[in-house]
């Protein structure tokens, strides 16, 4: 059974940086699809990012040049920079297994940018 763990979200100053992490196991990692998400209060959620196994990468025009998703397969972990943090990324972010299917989801992790 896949398994996902987010961790690195926090309350942070507009301007400021945050990593997210999301630690997969129960799964051949390397070959997934990874992205992450984000749902704000009254919103329904939206893909920021995904990674692909061979390492194609897509961002969501919110975030970028903001953001930089990446993956370490030896250690089962992808990851989530985010810069330049706006009050507009406060919000639950989401590892998620996109591919292979069905979309597998982490418990989330709170980002909260204060102004």
């Known amino acids: 059974q896949v398994q996902l763990v987010e961790s690195g979200g926090g309350l942070v100053q507009a301007g400021g940086s945050l990593r997210l992490s999301c630690a997969a196991s129960?799964?051949?990692?390397?070959?997934?699809?990874m992205g992450w998400y984000r749902q704000a209060p009254g919103k329904q959620r939206e893909l920021v990012a995904f990674v692909t196994g061979g390492g194609a990468t897509k961002y969501a025009d919110s975030v970028k040049g903001r953001a930089t998703i990446s993956r370490d397969n030896a250690k089962n972990t992808v990851y989530l920079q985010m810069n330049i943090l706006k009050s507009e990324d406060t919000a639950v972010y989401y590892c998620c297994r996109m591919v292979p299917r069905p979309y597998v989801w982490g418990q989330g992790t709170q980002v909260t940018v204060s102004s």
């Open positions: 129960g799964s051949i990692f390397s070959d997934n699809t």
